[in-house]
T-cell receptor
Framework: DTGVSQNPRHKITKRGQNVTFRCDPI?????LYWYRQTLGQGPEFLTY????????KSRLLSDRFSAERPKGSFSTLEIQRTEQGDSAMYLC?????????????FGSGTRLTVV | GNSVTQMEGPVTLSEEAFLTINCTYT??????LFWYVQYPGEGLQLLLK?????DKGSNKGFEATYRKETTSFHLEKGSVQVSDSAVYFC???????????FGTGTRLLVSP
């Protein structure tokens, strides 16, 4: 078990471009979460999946953001027409189905810089 | 809604000093409480947790006790090391969905 893997680690893009991040969860975890963390702040919830079903999305997730988890394995987070305000660390986490009190396992994150 | 409030940082200590980082929460029902640690350039690591009132979570010399009467989950360590320098996040998850809600984090700086 290699933990939660996120790629790329860093991404620099020009404003208006599209970017896609990938998250590979721990294999036996069927819940997967995306969070966004800006400098000096705690992570903020974006969305979560149970298997391939996206069960909740935060109001933070504008129409430019889309997340998928085909086949309930890895997940991708795409941001279209990036804006400077999208610059942040994007964190992925996974947990077993019965996560009450379990806590999540986080990946190392993808740091996005929009210039 | 649910929320977590942490003390402002940075907290600056000398090696072997006693550490307290305050955390209070607002939540309905009986949330689970967590402390996560984030080292520079890395993701978050679960440090300890408690799932019900009066539970004490502990790990690597850190402790925190779930106090429902004061809605608190303060992090303590008897003797900090330079390697403990990091940002510490208090978080809660509700009984239903288990979405984590984080505080803003407290940076700890330990000098030799």
């Amino acid at each position: 078990d290699t933990g939660v893997s996120q790629n790329p680690r860093h991404k620099i893009t020009k404003r208006g471009q599209n970017v896609t991040f990938r998250c590979d969860p721990i294999s036996e975890h069927n819940r997967l979460y995306w969070y966004r963390q800006t400098l000096g702040q705690g992570p903020e919830f974006l969305t979560y999946f149970q298997n391939e079903a996206q069960l909740e999305k935060s109001r933070l997730l504008s129409d430019r953001f889309s997340a998928e988890r085909p086949k309930g394995s890895f997940s991708t987070l795409e941001i279209q027409r990036t804006e400077q305000g999208d610059s942040a660390m994007y964190l992925c986490a996974s947990s077993p189905r019965t996560a009450q009190g379990y806590g999540y396992t986080f990946g190392s994150g993808t740091r996005l810089t929009v210039v | 809604g649910n929320s977590v409030t942490q003390m402002e940082g940075p907290v600056t200590l000398s090696e072997e000093a006693f550490l307290t980082i305050n955390c209070t929460y607002t939540a309905t029902g009986y949330p689970s409480l967590f402390w996560y640690v984030q080292y520079p350039g890395e993701g978050l690591q679960l440090l300890l947790k408690a799932t019900k009132a009066d539970d004490k979570g502990s790990n690597k010399g850190f402790e925190a006790t779930y106090r429902k009467e004061t809605t608190s989950f303060h992090l303590e360590k008897g003797s900090v090391q330079v390697s403990d320098s990091a940002v510490y996040f208090c978080a809660l998850s509700d009984q239903g969905f288990q979405k984590l809600v984080f505080g803003t984090g407290t940076r700890l700086l330990v000098s030799p």
